[in-house]
C-alpha cells in the first residue's frame, strides 16, 4: 500500500511539472551567475548544464529584508544575506549534474544578521538535483544554514547538501548549545524549514559542523522522504587528551551533568537530525503537522526529534543508526509505525517530559552494541501511550540496558541546572501500556502510575472481524475477504442485533433467516467449523432514545427472542454449534436498567447505551465462551478462530472486546 501511495504521489509530481513545462520555454543556464539571476524571477523553467561551480565572491548573492509578523514577539526588520535567492514564484529548477562548491571564507560575512547559502523565500517551485559543498572549516561571523526555506509550497526533490565550518566543532554540546553555553556559538545547520507545505524528497543531508542536520521553526505541513541525514562522533577520551582548544581552555568542563566531560563515552559532533522547534519563521506561529517516509539518520544527538510538533506527527518505515542522545522522540498524539533503531550509544526512544500523550509507537530494536554503556535502552514519560518495541530480525542485543519509565537525560539536565525543583516536574509516566518483546529488563520508579508491561508476545489464534453496525446483509458482502480468505479452523458467528433493533437497517425475520441460512452454508462449504450465538438482550428505555420507538410492533427483546430462535433452529439444520449467550445474560436478570455492570448504562460508564457491552460484560463474554469452545472440544492447538460480526463483536478500543479476552484465555 505504501508503494502505491508513494507511486501515485510522485506520479502526480511529475505529471504536474510536465502540465506545466507545455507553457514554459526551457532557459538553458551554464554559470552560478545566471542561476542566482533566475532564482529570483516567476514562472522560469531552468535548466544547469551539469558540471563544478565555485561561489567565491559574496556579490554572487545580496541581503535581503523581511518584516515580521504581526503576531511575532519579534518586530521590525529581519535581515538574512543569502549567495543564491529562490525569491520568484512558480519556478521549476533542474540543477541534475551540478555541484555548487562554496568558499567556506564567505560564512565570514553578515556578522549581525542571518546568513543561508540558498535562500528559498518565494513560492511553489520545484528545485531538483541541488548539490551545495562547502569548501574548508571556516568558522562563520554569526551563524549560517546551507538552506532555508521560508516560502509555502516549494518542493526539494534530491538535494545534496555538505556543510563544514563552526564553533565549537570537536565536542558536540558537551560546552553548551544555547543561553548560558561554556564558549561563543558560531553554528552552521544545514537545512532550516519555516514554510508551509514544503516537500523534501530524497534528500541527502552531510554535517561536518556543530548545527542541525534539518530543522524546523514554524513550518506546517512537511514532508520528508527518502532522506538520509549523517554527523559524525568522537569518544570523549580524545577530547580528554587534548592539551589545547576550546575544551581545554575551559578545563574540561561542561554544560551538561555532572559538569565535566566525563572519559569513556562518545559524543555526536553535530545537533539532531530532524528536529520541530516550538515555533518561527517571520509569523512566530507553532510548528505543526510533519510526516517522515523512509528516512535515515545516522550519527547525529538525536535522530528524529519532534517532540515539540503539534500534531499530526507520523514516522514511518524509518531508521536511526548510531545517535548519542536519542533515536526517536515525539510529542503527544504522534505515531511510529514501522521503524527501526539501535541503543547503540544512547536510548532507542524518549519521550522527554510528562505531558506528552496518547502516542501510539511500533518500534523494532537492532542488536547493534559497542563498548560505550547505554544506562537506558528506553526513556518513557507521559501518559495514554501504547508502546510496542520488538527485536528486529528476532535477534536479541547481547548487552541489556533497561526500559525505563519515569526518567529520562532531559529530566536529568533540568534537575541539574534547577536542583531544587521537585521531583516528578519533568518526568512521570501514567496509564501507559508497553509491549516489550526485546528480552530486555523494564524499570518503574514511583513516578510510573498505572502503567502496564508485557513481556512475552502473545500468540494471536482469534482474530475479531467484526464491524460496528453491521447486519446479516453486511456480512455477506465482506465474508470473503474478512473470514473465508483467512481460512480459518473456526467461525464464531453472531449477528441479529442491527438487523433486528437497528432503525435504519431493521429487516424481517424471513429476509434474517435467508441471509443468516447463506452465511452458515458458506462458512461449512470453506471447511470451517461453526458456533452460532444468538444476540445478547437490550435496555428498551435506553434504546428508544435513539431510535423511532413507532417502528416497533414488538418489543426489543422480543424481537431478539425470535431472532434466537431462528439462530437455534438454523444450527440444528445445518448441524453446527449453537451457544445460548442470550440466556447467559437472562440468568442474571440482566440488563437493569442503571443498575447492572455487564452492559453499558449512564451509571456504569457515562453514556445512554442499554446495547453493547462494558469491559466487564465482554469478559463475561468471552470466559463463558471459552467454556463452551472447551467442553465442546473445539480448542486445538493449531486452530485459528475468527469471530464475525457486529458491533457486539468488534467492542471497544484498547483490547476492551470479546474476541481479545478470549484470545487472552486460550493462549494462557
Same mark, same amino acid.
Given at each position: 500500500?505504501?508503494?502505491?501511495?508513494?507511486?501515485?504521489?510522485?506520479?502526480?509530481?511529475?505529471?504536474?511539472?510536465?502540465?506545466?513545462?507545455?507553457?514554459?520555454?526551457?532557459?538553458?543556464?551554464?554559470?552560478?551567475?545566471?542561476?542566482?539571476?533566475?532564482?529570483?524571477?516567476?514562472?522560469?523553467?531552468?535548466?544547469?548544464?551539469?558540471?563544478?561551480?565555485?561561489?567565491?565572491?559574496?556579490?554572487?548573492?545580496?541581503?535581503?529584508?523581511?518584516?515580521?509578523?504581526?503576531?511575532?514577539?519579534?518586530?521590525?526588520?529581519?535581515?538574512?544575506?543569502?549567495?543564491?535567492?529562490?525569491?520568484?514564484?512558480?519556478?521549476?529548477?533542474?540543477?541534475?549534474?551540478?555541484?555548487?562548491?562554496?568558499?567556506?571564507?564567505?560564512?565570514?560575512?553578515? +556578522?549581525?544578521?542571518?546568513? !543561508?547559502?540558498? /535562500? $528559498?523565500? &518565494?513560492? %511553489?517551485?520545484?528545485?531538483? @538535483?541541488? #548539490?551545495?559543498?562547502?569548501?574548508?572549516?571556516?568558522?562563520?561571523?554569526?551563524?549560517?544554514?546551507?538552506?532555508?526555506?521560508?516560502?509555502?509550497?516549494?518542493?526539494?526533490?534530491?538535494?545534496?547538501?555538505?556543510?563544514?565550518?563552526?564553533?565549537?566543532?570537536?565536542?558536540?554540546?558537551?560546552?553548551?548549545?544555547?543561553?548560558?553555553?561554556?564558549? +561563543?556559538?558560531?553554528?552552521? !545547520?544545514?537545512? /532550516? $524549514?519555516? &514554510?508551509? %507545505?514544503?516537500?523534501?524528497? @530524497?534528500? #541527502?543531508?552531510?554535517?561536518?559542523?556543530?548545527?542541525?542536520?534539518?530543522?524546523?521553526?514554524?513550518?506546517?505541513?512537511?514532508?520528508?522522504?527518502?532522506?538520509?541525514?549523517?554527523?559524525?562522533?568522537?569518544?570523549?577520551?580524545?577530547?580528554?587528551?587534548?592539551?589545547?582548544?576550546?575544551?581545554?581552555?575551559?578545563?574540561?568542563?561542561?554544560?551538561? +551533568?555532572?559538569?565535566?566531560?566525563?572519559?569513556?563515552?562518545?559524543?555526536?559532533?553535530?545537533?539532531?537530525?530532524?528536529?520541530?522547534?516550538?515555533?518561527?519563521?517571520?509569523?512566530?506561529?507553532?510548528?505543526?503537522?510533519?510526516?517522515?517516509?523512509?528516512?535515515?539518520?545516522?550519527?547525529?544527538?538525536?535522530?528524529?526529534?519532534?517532540?515539540?510538533?503539534?500534531?499530526?506527527?507520523?514516522?514511518?518505515?524509518?531508521?536511526?543508526?548510531?545517535?548519542?542522545?536519542?533515536?526517536?522522540?515525539?510529542?503527544?498524539?504522534?505515531?511510529?509505525?514501522?521503524?527501526?533503531?539501535?541503543?547503540?550509544?544512547?536510548?532507542?526512544?524518549?519521550?522527554?517530559?510528562?505531558?506528552?500523550?496518547?502516542?501510539?509507537?511500533?518500534?523494532?530494536?537492532?542488536?547493534?552494541?559497542?563498548?560505550?554503556?547505554?544506562?537506558?535502552?528506553?526513556?518513557?514519560?507521559?501518559?495514554?501511550?501504547?508502546?510496542?518495541?520488538?527485536?528486529?530480525?528476532?535477534?536479541?542485543?547481547?548487552?541489556?540496558?533497561?526500559?525505563?519509565?519515569?526518567?529520562?537525560?532531559?529530566?536529568?539536565?533540568?534537575?541539574?541546572?534547577?536542583?531544587?525543583?521537585?521531583?516528578?516536574?519533568?518526568?512521570?509516566?501514567?496509564?501507559?501500556?508497553?509491549?516489550?518483546?526485546?528480552?530486555?529488563?523494564?524499570?518503574?520508579?514511583?513516578?510510573?502510575?498505572?502503567?502496564?508491561?508485557?513481556?512475552?508476545?502473545?500468540?494471536?489464534?482469534?482474530?475479531?472481524?467484526?464491524?460496528?453496525?453491521?447486519?446479516?446483509?453486511?456480512?455477506?458482502?465482506?465474508?470473503?475477504?474478512?473470514?473465508?480468505?483467512?481460512?480459518?479452523?473456526?467461525?464464531?458467528?453472531?449477528?441479529?442485533?442491527?438487523?433486528?433493533?437497528?432503525?435504519?437497517?431493521?429487516?424481517?425475520?424471513?429476509?434474517?433467516?435467508?441471509?443468516?441460512?447463506?452465511?452458515?452454508?458458506?462458512?461449512?462449504?470453506?471447511?470451517?467449523?461453526?458456533?452460532?450465538?444468538?444476540?445478547?438482550?437490550?435496555?428498551?428505555?435506553?434504546?428508544?432514545?435513539?431510535?423511532?420507538?413507532?417502528?416497533?410492533?414488538?418489543?426489543?427483546?422480543?424481537?431478539?427472542?425470535?431472532?434466537?430462535?431462528?439462530?437455534?433452529?438454523?444450527?440444528?439444520?445445518?448441524?453446527?454449534?449453537?451457544?445460548?449467550?442470550?440466556?447467559?445474560?437472562?440468568?442474571?436478570?440482566?440488563?437493569?436498567?442503571?443498575?447492572?455492570?455487564?452492559?453499558?448504562?449512564?451509571?456504569?460508564?457515562?453514556?445512554?447505551?442499554?446495547?453493547?457491552?462494558?469491559?466487564?460484560?465482554?469478559?463475561?463474554?468471552?470466559?463463558?465462551?471459552?467454556?463452551?469452545?472447551?467442553?465442546?472440544?473445539?480448542?486445538?492447538?493449531?486452530?485459528?478462530?475468527?469471530?464475525?460480526?457486529?458491533?457486539?463483536?468488534?467492542?471497544?478500543?484498547?483490547?476492551?472486546?470479546?474476541?481479545?479476552?478470549?484470545?487472552?484465555?486460550?493462549?494462557?
Amino acid at each position: 500500500m505504501k508503494k502505491i501511495i508513494s507511486s501515485i504521489f510522485l506520479l502526480t509530481l511529475v505529471f504536474s511539472v510536465q502540465a506545466t513545462n507545455t507553457t514554459l520555454d526551457t532557459i538553458f543556464i551554464n554559470s552560478v551567475e545566471k542561476l542566482a539571476k533566475y532564482a529570483k524571477k516567476s514562472n522560469v523553467l531552468v535548466k544547469m548544464k551539469p558540471g563544478e561551480y565555485y561561489i567565491n565572491s559574496i556579490k554572487t548573492g545580496a541581503l535581503s529584508i523581511f518584516k515580521y509578523g504581526e503576531n511575532n514577539k519579534k518586530k521590525g526588520d529581519f535581515r538574512i544575506g543569502s549567495l543564491i535567492h529562490f525569491s520568484g514564484n512558480n519556478s521549476q529548477y533542474f540543477l541534475t549534474g551540478v555541484t555548487l562548491n562554496i568558499d567556506g571564507k564567505l560564512h565570514k560575512n553578515y +556578522p549581525k544578521s542571518e546568513f !543561508s547559502e540558498f /535562500l $528559498v523565500s &518565494g513560492n %511553489n517551485n520545484y528545485i531538483e @538535483g541541488l #548539490k551545495g559543498r562547502d569548501i574548508g572549516s571556516h568558522v562563520p561571523a554569526h551563524r549560517v544554514q546551507m538552506m532555508r526555506v521560508m516560502g509555502d509550497n516549494n518542493t526539494i526533490k534530491n538535494a545534496d547538501l555538505f556543510v563544514h565550518g563552526s564553533t565549537p566543532h570537536g565536542y558536540g554540546h558537551l560546552l553548551g548549545k544555547g543561553r548560558g553555553a561554556l564558549v +561563543p556559538l558560531h553554528k552552521h !545547520s544545514v537545512l /532550516l $524549514v519555516e &514554510g508551509k %507545505n514544503t516537500k523534501f524528497l @530524497g534528500c #541527502k543531508v552531510v554535517s561536518h559542523a556543530f548545527g542541525h542536520g534539518i530543522f524546523m521553526q514554524g513550518a506546517i505541513n512537511t514532508l520528508f522522504k527518502d532522506c538520509y541525514v549523517e554527523g559524525q562522533m568522537r569518544p570523549t577520551n580524545d577530547m580528554l587528551a587534548e592539551t589545547s582548544g576550546l575544551a581545554y581552555d575551559v578545563g574540561f568542563k561542561s554544560d551538561y +551533568p555532572p559538569g565535566k566531560i566525563l572519559p569513556n563515552e562518545i559524543k555526536s559532533l553535530s545537533e539532531d537530525g530532524i528536529r520541530a522547534y516550538p515555533s518561527g519563521g517571520l509569523s512566530g506561529r507553532r510548528t505543526q503537522g510533519v510526516t517522515v517516509i523512509n528516512c535515515t539518520v545516522k550519527n547525529m544527538r538525536s535522530g528524529f526529534d519532534l517532540s515539540a510538533n503539534l500534531p499530526p506527527t507520523k514516522i514511518i518505515g524509518s531508521t536511526a543508526i548510531g545517535c548519542q542522545e536519542k533515536g526517536f522522540s515525539v510529542g503527544s498524539d504522534a505515531v511510529i509505525e514501522n521503524s527501526k533503531g539501535d541503543a547503540l550509544y544512547g536510548p532507542l526512544i524518549t519521550f522527554v517530559g510528562n505531558n506528552i500523550k496518547n502516542c501510539k509507537v511500533e518500534l523494532e530494536l537492532t542488536d547493534l552494541v559497542s563498548e560505550y554503556k547505554v544506562s537506558r535502552l528506553a526513556e518513557i514519560n507521559g501518559s495514554g501511550h501504547h508502546i510496542t518495541i520488538r527485536n528486529y530480525q528476532n535477534k536479541k542485543r547481547s548487552i541489556e540496558s533497561p526500559i525505563v519509565f519515569g526518567e529520562s537525560f532531559w529530566d536529568d539536565v533540568h534537575r541539574y541546572r534547577n536542583p531544587d525543583a521537585p521531583k516528578g516536574r519533568y518526568a512521570g509516566a501514567k496509564d501507559i501500556q508497553l509491549f516489550n518483546y526485546t528480552g530486555m529488563p523494564v524499570e518503574l520508579n514511583d513516578l510510573a502510575v498505572n502503567c502496564t508491561v508485557t513481556n512475552k508476545e502473545v500468540t494471536q489464534k482469534v482474530v475479531n472481524a467484526g464491524i460496528g453496525g453491521n447486519t446479516t446483509k453486511d456480512l455477506l458482502k465482506r465474508i470473503d475477504k474478512d473470514v473465508l480468505a483467512g481460512n480459518p479452523g473456526l467461525v464464531i458467528l453472531m449477528v441479529g442485533t442491527n438487523d433486528m433493533l437497528n432503525s435504519k437497517k431493521m429487516m424481517d425475520y424471513n429476509n434474517y433467516r435467508a441471509n443468516l441460512n447463506i452465511l452458515i452454508q458458506k462458512i461449512k462449504s470453506a471447511g470451517s467449523e461453526l458456533v452460532l450465538m444468538n444476540p445478547i438482550p437490550a435496555d428498551s428505555e435506553y434504546l428508544f432514545e435513539r431510535h423511532d420507538k413507532s417502528l416497533f410492533t414488538e418489543s426489543p427483546n422480543e424481537k431478539l427472542d425470535k431472532a434466537g430462535n431462528i439462530v437455534a433452529s438454523l444450527a440444528k439444520e445445518n448441524n453446527v454449534h449453537f451457544y445460548d449467550l442470550n440466556a447467559k445474560f437472562k440468568a442474571l436478570n440482566l440488563p437493569q436498567h442503571n443498575q447492572d455492570l455487564l452492559i453499558k448504562n449512564e451509571k456504569n460508564s457515562g453514556k445512554k447505551d442499554g446495547v453493547h457491552p462494558t469491559a466487564l460484560g465482554y469478559r463475561f463474554i468471552a470466559q463463558n465462551v471459552y467454556y463452551f469452545l472447551n467442553e465442546s472440544e473445539l480448542l486445538k492447538s493449531n486452530k485459528s478462530i475468527i469471530c464475525f460480526g457486529d458491533s457486539i463483536t468488534r467492542g471497544g478500543g484498547k483490547g476492551e472486546n470479546y474476541p481479545a479476552y478470549l484470545n487472552e484465555l486460550i493462549v494462557q
